[in-house]
């Protein structure tokens, strides 16, 4: 159900403000523009907590009335689809480019398993040329060892234990049976309907197990979809959704977990 569903194209524009607004802070440091392709209201509140004033604009407002409000920042929240959709974001970045320093909140994608070809090697080189990169955990600094710095990586961590660390990953019963658990929003781009065949194909073999979809619905897949796509998968019964999940309770999933799924 999920796969043959049509890819949807328009997904930030049904997300996005419509119109500009602001969110001010006493005594401010920062002038920051937050590009809106599917912001939480967290993320502003956070950005007015660290002493910006912060301007939400729509996805599409172009780059010379972005760059108009000589900001001391840009950015550009993250969303649901493709680059390729939001053309005028794009154009923002390059544009940008030219004016301050790019920082990237980077989810590491394998980076190192391609660095060793030829043309990956040149593109990683010129992509990471210049820029400083947010990373969820000291342990992921491997992954673009190669093109960044040390001194230009952040460690941001967000709810994953980081199991390099001193503290790791604590000690707890293994579960009779295995709980698989999907961490991140139900996402088609993500490689969800293809972890729900995978999930198939054990269920087929007679292997036990429990998987937990923990994330918020999204416009790609709704709950409603999700679920009906369980049901024909013939999961039901072994795959549970807890929708959104924030601080204690994510990281109570997360150790409770035997298997976590990237």
């Known amino acids: 159900l999920i796969a043959s569903t049509p890819i949807v194209h328009n997904a930030v524009e049904q997300v996005s403000c419509k119109k500009r607004w602001y969110s001010r802070t006493p005594n401010h440091t920062f002038d920051v523009v937050l590009v809106d392709c599917g912001a939480k209201l967290t993320l502003v509140r956070m950005l ?10 729509p996805f599409n407002t172009s780059a010379e009335e972005i760059l108009a409000f000589n900001p001391h920042g840009i950015l550009v929240s993250n969303g649901p689809g493709a680059p390729a959709d939001v053309p005028t974001v794009v154009e923002l970045i390059k544009k940008w480019c030219g004016h301050k320093n790019i920082v990237l909140h980077f989810h590491n994608k394998g980076v190192r398993t391609r660095h060793d070809r030829w043309l990956d090697d040149k593109l990683y080189r010129r992509f990471f040329k210049g820029v400083k990169v947010i990373l969820l955990a000291e342990s992921l600094y491997e992954d673009v060892k190669k093109y960044v ?40 781009t993500k490689g969800l309907m293809e972890y729900l065949e995978a999930l198939q194909i054990l269920q087929k073999r007679g292997i036990q197990f429990m998987a937990d979809f923990v994330g918020g619905a999204t416009v790609e897949v709704d709950e409603n979809s999700f679920n009906n796509a369980v049901k024909a998968c013939g999961l039901n019964g072994l795959v549970t959704y807890y929708g959104r999940k924030y601080g204690a309770e994510k990281d109570a999933f997360f150790a409770n977990a035997d298997i976590f799924v990237l």
């Open 48 to 57: 007015n907590k660290q002493g910006c004033n912060v301007v939400i604009v």
């Open 149 to 188: 710095s040390r001194e230009n990586c952040y460690v941001c961590s967000n709810s994953i234990p980081d199991a390099a660390s001193k503290k790791g990953i604590p000690n707890r019963n293994r579960n009779t049976s295995p709980r698989i658990l999907w961490l991140t929003n139900l996402m088609r």
